[in-house]
């Protein structure tokens, strides 16, 4: 028998080592399912049976045509393989032979296309395959052919590129592709399934066809049932013959059969048991592999896994006994092998394999090589290599030295290969950039040109990114501009391209593509993008339910945190994200030992940002918030500085919301003890927004009735810190920090307040661009400043200049809000400018004051005393004697920062010098004074010896004794009253006073200080 085969190394055509490549699906068929085409067959009539000699023709006999004895020559290459007569001879073999003809010739001639492009190191272009297919119209394979036969012919035309798709698709190309293909797959179908003795095909044989399978889907052939069909049918004969097969097949075919799992074929249990074979003889033959074998082989198992394979012991050891010999053959890989390799390495770690010393030596090992070849990669090999190495570092690889100078290398390179990279490739390679950038790769000039570089084909390739590639590339968009780059035309482009493809695609994202799209819609907002329809539309899209069942720890967080961030930057509450919210609340409860601390910090920042918002405190909110502030105190020596921040801003702003069913204000209380320790500790490490929101959230927390002695030392270690970050506090931070340290009143040293303040102040009055709300807290925290500095007979006249800034910013401005009325009125009574607002108070009797008045009154009988009335447009006294110009103040614990009867806080504080500044006297009685008749018995004297004198002067008078008998009485000295005195509260309204309901008091929180200014303006 003839055993020559031009192109055909051994008994079967070998199939060429093949790396990753595009993955893309195309397809077409004749019989079985491939038979919406036919071909034109020569009608050939019946002929005598052949004898055994005629079949076995010698080759010298064959005819000059006959390709087996011709060599391709360069020169005349292709127009030498295309000749009609070539076809003509190939036609009359078939005929001459009729059903004893066993293909070899059309396999010759098959194996020579191959050779062909093997020569050419290219397979065939779109003009070669066009001229080809034409010539190929009338060539059939029948399953009277041998195995040889099929075997070459399908292995050789797919390896030449004959069944690829070319755009544009040319339709008399694809009918031919799709009717020989047929042809060819309905013999192997039907051989197959013949009789173990008449179908035997060989190890060798099962190995190339199953490459070439995969190779047909790779190149882009769609999937039919007929290649399906053909797959199976071929697995049990692989089963069969495992013990057969050397290192080329078991790499060619593990390559094979991940190949064809990840375009769709079902992963069934021929295919599986397939696979475990597979693995098994990695390990026996593990020191016989090449490294291009190594490279497919790690490649395949990085790509089943990715596909669902469930990673058995069998592929543990597999890949264990490889590794070694990645980090031995270093030198010997090529350039995609090289990509290949950290592909699969970066892959297996992304889905949960252990990172080992083994796959960190192959990583460091292999990238030297990665700098020393940069010139020799692929555009794939290159967006495949930064995406291994970004999800290498994401997944906790150490940032050397190494792998940043591989990063460094290969940037310039995307500039280079801009026109070549596919859709997948452009969305690799942008979020590679993103996430290097996010773990603390420099914005070097070479990746900030990369990335520009790659925007506009974001537009370009549009029509081709699928859900996936849609998902990362708005969440790397949006990580960029997160990080500092600037939003360009080009960048908005992208954006503005991307966003109705979420509509287009919805059904196709995945749970985990869902939570980021909204973390990237709300990361984008949150950095100016404007509120388009169509990002409206695509948020609307992406709040419908998930699966969620299917959420992992982190997807809960980060969807969570994005409806909270959407909303705290304009977005409406819509029923679609109440219900989103409410449908992730009780995953939050169910999964609360598997969320990280960044998880958990993220998580209460939403919490408290949604309920800000108006959400609803449902029993699962609760429940959830409960079971958050549990896993603080579990885990608060893992919290990084950002993470402290944003949970004391998170815990200040649920108790600021009264948010408590009495469940976990005891879990609260633990959390604080646990963090407090932490913010001193990690005071360096602080940002000034950090600073600004942990000074505001204590100022909150305090003015709420939560103390521990570690809030000064907290408040001191931050404060210190100012100065050092004057120049990069922002306005709304600047604005905070006046507010908060204000609020903290005496608990805070004077001489630090006035430092802070001189260093801080003069950029809110200078700057244009503040908000009203931005405004009126500064001017708030003036006002205590210069409170503090007048009660301790200090100047203020330099203060009191930036106070006269604000009020002029905002007189003429209107609000309806009570609090900023209250503001404004203050500040025009302290300027003594006419007040443009008549603010309304809420006035309420409490039971200690009514029982001073009434000791009062039953010793001075005839002592005029006036209760709740509001003076020149402040807040209403408690006890007014008019006669004497002499206020009564009756001062519960919420007047003191941590109860302590001592501390007055910045509210108090300034309510007393401006009643001071408006000319009264005020005396300050403890309430736990009251409580004990002998303890009040020295304020009553005091009182008798104030009223029973005439007023002369106004002497200033101020004792401070130890609570158990102290009283405070301050006046403003040589100043005679004002001429206006006080105004009744008919005066100011035109009707007496109504009470209004008190809110319900949380436990262990203080009541409400009317006075209290609460600062809206909150942090982010």
Known sequence: MHRTSAGISGKYARPGSDDNHPDNHTASARRGRYRQFTV?????????????????????????????????????????????????????????????YDGRNHGQYASSIKKYTFATKRPLNRAEQIQLMHLLQNFTATWKWNWRSLTTTLHSFTSAGVFTPHNPIDERVKHTQVALLSTLLDAIIFKCNQKAEASYIGAQGVANLLWAMAKLVDSGQERKPGLNEAVAALLPH??????????QHIANLLWAMAKLVDNGQEQTPELNEAVASLLADVNAQKGNFKPQEIANLLWA???????????????????????????????????????????????????????????????????????????????????????????????????????????????????????????RGIANLLWAMAKLVDKGLER???????????????????????????????????????????????????????????????????????????????????????????????????????????LKPQEIANMLWAMAKLLDNGQEQTPGLKEAVAALLPLVNAQKDQFIPLHIANLLWAMAKLVDSGQERTPEFNEAVAALLQHVNVQKDLFNAQNIANLLWAMAKLVDNRVDNGKWIPELNKALAALLPHVNAQKDQFIPQHIANLVWAIAKLVDNGEWTSEFNEAVAALLRHVNAHKANFKPKEIANLLWATAKLGESVELNMV?????????????????????????????????????????????????????????????????????????????????????????????????????????????????????LNSLPPVDLLLPDHNIVIEVQGPSHYVGGDFKTRNGSTLLKIALLQKAGFEVIEIPVNSVWNQDLMKPYIDQIKTRTGIP?????????????????????????????????????????????????????????????HIPGKFYQR
Request: glycine share 4%; aromatic share 6%; hydrophobic share 40%.
């Open 40 to 100: 034109r067959h020569r009608d050939n009539p019946p002929r005598p049976a052949l004898g055994h000699n005629e079949f076995y023709h010698s080759p010298g006999a064959c005819p000059p045509q006959n390709l087996q004895r011709r060599s391709v020559n360069l020169a005349q290459d292709f127009n030498a393989l295309i000749k009609q007569e070539i076809m003509d001879g190939l036609v009359s073999k078939s005929y001459r032979f009729g059903d004893h």
């Open 238 to 247: 692989m089963n069969a013959q495992k013990d057969q097969f050397i290192p």
């Open 301 to 423: 198992m990085a790509k089943l896994v990715d596909n669902g394979q469930e990673q058995t012991p069998m592929l543990s050891r597999a890949e264990a006994v490889l590794l070694p010999h990645v980090s031995a053959q270093k030198a010997n890989f090529k350039p995609q092998g090289i990509a290949n390799l950290l592909w699969a390495m970066a892959k297996l770690v992304d889905n949960r394999q252990k990172r080992t010393p083994e796959r960190n030596d192959a990583v460091a090992a292999l990238l030297p090589h990665v700098s020393a070849q940069t010139a020799n990669f692929k555009p794939q090999g290159i967006a495949n290599l930064l995406w291994a190495m970004a999800k290498l570092v994401d997944n906790g690889q150490e940032q050397t030295p190494g792998l940043n100078k591989a990063v460094v290398a290969l940037l310039p390179h995307v500039n280079t290969h801009k026109d070549q990279f596919n859709a």
């Open 444 to 550: 070097t000039p070479q990746l900030k040109e990369a990335v520009a570089t790659l925007l506009p084909f974001v537009n370009a390739q549009k029509a081709h990114f699928k859900a996936q590639e849609i998902a990362n590339l708005l969440w790397a968009t949006a990580k960029l501009v997160d990080k500092g780059l600037e939003r360009t035309p080009q960048f908005k482009q992208a954006v503005a391209t991307l966003l109705p493809f979420v509509n287009a695609q919805k059904a196709n994202f995945k749970p985990q593509e869902i939570a980021n799209l909204l973390w990237a819609m709300a990361k984008l907002v949150d950095n100016g993008l404007e509120w388009t329809p169509q990002l409206k539309e695509a948020v609307a899209v992406l709040l419908v339910n998930p699966e969620k069942a299917n």
């Open 754 to 870: 006035t430092s802070m303040f001189e260093s801080l102040v003069y950029r809110i009055s200078e700057n244009p661009q503040l908000s009203q709300q931005e405004i009126l807290i500064s001017l708030w925290g003036v006002m205590v400043c210069c409170a503090r500095l007048s009660l301790d007979s200090n100047n203020n006249n330099w203060f009191e200049k930036h106070m006269d800034d604000l009020f002029t910013r905002v007189v003429n401005t209107s609000s309806d809000n009570e609090e900023d009325q209250r503001i404004i009125a203050m500040a025009a009574s302290w300027l003594g400018r006419a007040c443009p607002v008549i603010p309304h108070y809420q006035t309420t009797m409490s039971k200690r004051q009514s029982e001073v008045r009434d000791q009062l009154q039953s010793g001075f009988p005839s002592l005029q005393i006036e209760e709740e009335k509001s």
């Open 951 to 1011: 007023p002369q002067g106004h002497g200033s008078v101020s004792l401070k004794r130890r609570w158990a008998d102290a009283a405070r009485i301050t006046a403003d000295k040589g100043r005679q009253p004002s001429n206006h005195g006080y105004l009744t509260a008919e005066e100011q309204t035109g009707k007496p006073a109504k009470r209004k309901k008190k809110k319900p008091v949380i436990p262990s929180l203080r009541p409400w200080n009317r006075f």
